[in-house]
């Protein structure tokens, strides 16, 4: 099986599996104890979560807090449900869990369009009365980097907070800067699933969504893991030492990829996106047939969130994309333990296979 799905989730890195053992371990070594105990053991892994807070947060800017959460998705609902806006502006090509949540705020949603590359332009103007901001880092789809920078000065000459989802661009590069809420999570950088984090600039206050111990100053109740929170400080570690390094081996990529695939349609702007997310399109092609005649290559037809509900993309739709279009185009993802080799093994035979097709 050659693994060609990094959107949807990473693989788990060495360096954080390690780091996650000691807190797995039997009732000898007393890496099971509840860092919310007073207890030294409990304390002991108090000091473990602690550590990758700090750690975690070389990720992100400074001047804020880092708040664990289950999920990227819990995180972002935290930000947007917490902050209880009445006007909320969130992109067209914004992740579900911003959609929905925003939905279900209760507040009015003015939806910001993007262009046919995928891009929100940079001098969008934010509509007064609007109190919160939405607008990711790197869309999960199609790969593009929208201008963050821009946007957050945009919602704050506006009177709003700026929300950014950086769960595709946390550990690749630079943080949300101006942002006041970042969400991220840790196995789309190489962590372990079950755990996300929001970023809280100082001074951003939001309520609470789940409530009973009080943990995490109050603003998310419920037992942390140490094996999770660990496991996840590692990986952001590992992902702020190697960024330069898995950015070249990424682009080295991107250009075989794009050799082999001549002749296929590029969805969102080639200059401002993550190298490592390939969205492609041939029109007429029957992306179920090629998934089926392919079952030992994981790729994507499409956000592994909405996967199998058989509607298109909203977000290839955002683009401009017809159903058509956007039911002919494939997701192909890869990062720092895909092999060379491998990913053009891949592609050649996603090529041939769709030549055979007839498209």
């Given at each position: 099986m050659i693994y060609l799905d990094y959107q949807a989730t990473t693989p788990l890195?060495?360096?954080?599996?390690e780091a996650m053992l000691p807190w797995l371990s039997g009732p000898e070594a007393m890496g099971f104890a509840n860092p919310h105990s007073p207890h030294r053991p409990g304390r002991t892994a108090a000091a473990a979560i602690d550590l990758a807070r700090e750690q975690v947060a070389t990720l992100l800017p400074t001047g804020g807090q880092v708040v664990f959460t289950g999920s990227a998705t819990e995180a972002l609902n935290l930000a947007i449900l917490g902050r209880r806006p009445s006007q909320i502006a969130v992109s067209t090509i914004e992740h579900a869990a911003v959609l929905d949540a925003a939905a279900a705020s209760g507040a009015g949603v003015r939806m910001i369009e993007v262009g046919s590359d995928g891009l929100v332009p940079k001098d969008t103007t934010i509509p007064a009365g609007t109190d919160l901001v939405a607008v990711m880092q790197v869309n999960n789809e199609i790969g593009t980097i929208q201008?963050?920078?821009?946007?957050?000065?945009?919602?704050?000459?506006?009177?709003a907070l700026f929300l950014c989802d950086a769960v595709q661009?946390?550990?690749?590069l630079?943080?949300?800067?101006?942002?006041?809420?970042?969400?991220l999570s840790a196995h789309k950088l190489c962590g372990p699933k079950g755990i996300g984090a929001l970023w809280i600039r100082d001074g951003v206050e939001l309520a609470p969504l789940i409530h009973g111990g009080g943990q995490e100053g109050g603003l998310r109740s419920g037992t942390l893991s140490p094996a999770l929170?660990?496991?996840f400080g590692a990986a952001a570690v590992l992902a702020k030492a190697r960024m330069e390094e898995d950015a070249a081996h990424v682009a080295e990529l991107w250009k075989s990829a794009r050799r082999i695939f001549a002749g296929?349609?590029?969805?969102?702007?080639?200059?401002s996106r993550w190298l490592g997310n390939l969205n492609l399109r041939l029109d007429g092609l029957d992306v179920a047939r090629l998934m089926s005649d392919l079952r030992d290559l994981a790729f994507s037809a499409g956000s592994a969130c909405a996967s199998g509900s058989g509607r298109p993309s909203h977000v290839l739709r955002a683009i401009g994309l017809t159903d058509r279009q956007a039911k002919s185009s494939i997701r192909i993802g890869f990062g720092r333990y895909t092999r060379p080799g491998d990913l053009e093994d891949a592609c050649a035979r996603i090529v041939a296979a769709a030549a055979a097709q007839g498209v």
């Amino acid at each position: 099986m050659i693994y060609l799905d990094y959107q949807a989730t990473t693989p788990l890195a060495p360096e954080a599996r390690e780091a996650m053992l000691p807190w797995l371990s039997g009732p000898e070594a007393m890496g099971f104890a509840n860092p919310h105990s007073p207890h030294r053991p409990g304390r002991t892994a108090a000091a473990a979560i602690d550590l990758a807070r700090e750690q975690v947060a070389t990720l992100l800017p400074t001047g804020g807090q880092v708040v664990f959460t289950g999920s990227a998705t819990e995180a972002l609902n935290l930000a947007i449900l917490g902050r209880r806006p009445s006007q909320i502006a969130v992109s067209t090509i914004e992740h579900a869990a911003v959609l929905d949540a925003a939905a279900a705020s209760g507040a009015g949603v003015r939806m910001i369009e993007v262009g046919s590359d995928g891009l929100v332009p940079k001098d969008t103007t934010i509509p007064a009365g609007t109190d919160l901001v939405a607008v990711m880092q790197v869309n999960n789809e199609i790969g593009t980097i929208q201008p963050v920078a821009e946007l957050a000065r945009a919602a704050h000459d506006a009177g709003a907070l700026f929300l950014c989802d950086a769960v595709q661009g946390a550990g690749k590069l630079a943080p949300s800067e101006g942002a006041d809420l970042i969400a991220l999570s840790a196995h789309k950088l190489c962590g372990p699933k079950g755990i996300g984090a929001l970023w809280i600039r100082d001074g951003v206050e939001l309520a609470p969504l789940i409530h009973g111990g009080g943990q995490e100053g109050g603003l998310r109740s419920g037992t942390l893991s140490p094996a999770l929170c660990a496991g996840f400080g590692a990986a952001a570690v590992l992902a702020k030492a190697r960024m330069e390094e898995d950015a070249a081996h990424v682009a080295e990529l991107w250009k075989s990829a794009r050799r082999i695939f001549a002749g296929w349609q590029l969805n969102g702007n080639e200059a401002s996106r993550w190298l490592g997310n390939l969205n492609l399109r041939l029109d007429g092609l029957d992306v179920a047939r090629l998934m089926s005649d392919l079952r030992d290559l994981a790729f994507s037809a499409g956000s592994a969130c909405a996967s199998g509900s058989g509607r298109p993309s909203h977000v290839l739709r955002a683009i401009g994309l017809t159903d058509r279009q956007a039911k002919s185009s494939i997701r192909i993802g890869f990062g720092r333990y895909t092999r060379p080799g491998d990913l053009e093994d891949a592609c050649a035979r996603i090529v041939a296979a769709a030549a055979a097709q007839g498209v």
